[in-house]
């Protein structure tokens, strides 16, 4: 009797123990992988990025990618872009790679006749475009989605000059790396950021931060706005470069609309 009593034990306890595993197992929470990091600089710059994921490979391989040297443009159709800004509650995220402001529902553009929904608009410094060989101190993008899912970037080069009262008040509010700032009862709207003259180059292109997908619909004004010396200086404070290089055109087009 002792001895199958103690071989009842050593099997219970062998059952109990293999119960704990398969509990700890199963109530272990799954850690979600990380999604690579890219950055402007250091082994994750933009020469890199292809190499950094599997979804990246458009940044490497892609023929029709983003910025570009707009030179030579083919003039096209009277401009056909018109905005149905609104004005939203303030919400900025500090997202480690740049300045975003997000946008509430609402406010559209309409190119050639297709209604796009703004998402939210963000800065680059130098500009990422180039307009006949020459940078502008910062770039704007304005990004923004239609119904079946294809995107539109609005582009407005930043020339320094007279301070611009918008970007004033979003500079004052920018969080800490990794935060969003809300400022409910402060509407701003974005409207404000476009040029009088709506005159545009458009082109086929892609985003310009991984993961470069193309297909996007490329807008950029003619006509630049400004912004002062020290609204350049905060923001180069911040990211002292978050530009992507130059992409060849490759066999595409850029059309200038007046």
């Given at each position: ?10 099997k219970l ?17 799954v850690l ?22 599997d ?13 570009i ?9 009277p ?5 149905d800004y ?21 406010s ?8 796009y929904s703004?998402l939210?608009?963000h ?10 060989d020459?940078a ?5 993008h304005?990004?923004?989605r ?9 582009g ?19 969080p ?17 950021l ?8 458009s ?16 807008n ?18 911040i990211?002292?470069?978050?530009a992507?290089?130059l992409?060849?055109?490759?066999n595409?087009?850029?059309l200038?609309?007046?």
């Amino acid at each position: 009797m002792d001895v199958i009593t103690r071989n009842y034990g050593k099997k219970l306890m062998s059952l109990l123990a293999i119960a704990l595993v398969t509990l700890a197992f199963l109530t272990t929470p799954v850690l979600a992988a990380k999604p690579p990091q890219w950055s402007y600089g250091g082994t994750a710059n933009p020469t890199q990025w292809g190499k950094l994921s599997d979804d990246f490979t458009m940044c490497e391989f892609g023929k029709d990618q983003s910025p570009i040297n707009i030179k030579n443009p083919i003039e096209d159709v009277p401009a056909k872009i018109s905005f149905d800004y609104h004005p939203t509650p303030l919400s900025i995220i500090n997202n480690g790679h740049t300045i975003q402001v997000n946008y509430a529902q609402g406010s559209t553009v309409s190119i050639s006749g297709e209604k796009y929904s703004l998402l939210q608009f963000h800065f680059h410094t130098p500009s990422e475009h180039e307009i006949n060989d020459r940078a502008s101190a910062m770039e704007l993008h304005l990004v923004h989605r239609n119904e079946a899912g294809k995107l539109a970037v609005v582009g407005v080069m930043l020339n320094e000059g007279k301070s611009n009262p918008l970007i004033a008040e979003i500079w004052k509010q920018i969080p800490n790396i990794g935060e969003t700032q809300t400022i409910s009862d402060r509407l701003i709207n974005a409207e404000n950021l476009l040029p009088s003259n709506k005159a545009y180059y458009s082109y086929s292109g892609s985003l310009t931060t991984p993961p470069c997908s193309e297909g996007v619909s490329w807008n950029i004004f003619v006509e630049p706005i400004t912004v002062s010396e020290e609204q350049i200086a905060t923001f180069t404070k911040i990211y002292q470069v978050d530009a992507r290089p130059l992409q060849p055109i490759n066999n595409r087009v850029v059309l200038l609309h007046h």
